[in-house]
């Protein structure tokens, strides 16, 4: 008798196990629902920042960008350590998209597109971000590229400046 109440207990530990196995899957897929939903918040941010013709929209587009990829916390893909080799400046290229990216490359076209049309303070910010929040290896294309807008952009100053002087 004593035997047979030991094996109906493993055998209702095994079940209660089981079980709780299976509710454990259903509770995952709400959770991954809301990812997606949120990374197609962000995608959407980034399509109207590269779209929007008006300059304030590209800005806030960027910022939400730039706080929202803060925010993210991905143990499946940390960003690396710095390290001292050679790192080539070119766009890398990915199976999936980077919110990071998405980011970085919203604040660089908003840089570039304040740079044309004379909103040099708004430029000078937005390449600022960049240089700011994306100084790892995986984003020196960008980086790279908004060093060069600042550096465009100061030579714009120092002409400007010898002009008056003169």
Known sequence: MRQENLQQLVLGVILLITLSGC????????????DNDHFMALWSTYTNCLRSEDLDTKRADAQRLIRAVHTIVSAEDPIPIESHEPFHVVPSVRLSID?????AACALHA??????????YMAREMF??????????RY??????ARRGLEHLDAIS?????GLIL
């Open 99 to 103: 919110p990071r990216d998405m980011a």
């Open 158 to 162: 120092r002409a400007a400046l010898s």
């Open 128 to 137: 600022r971000l960049v240089v700011i929040h994306f100084p790892q290896p």
């Open 23 to 34: 509710d454990t899957s259903r509770q995952s897929a709400p959770s991954s629902l809301s």
């Open 111 to 120: 840089g570039q597109v304040a740079r044309e049309m004379g909103h040099l």
């Open 140 to 145: 020196q294309y960008y980086a790279a590229q």
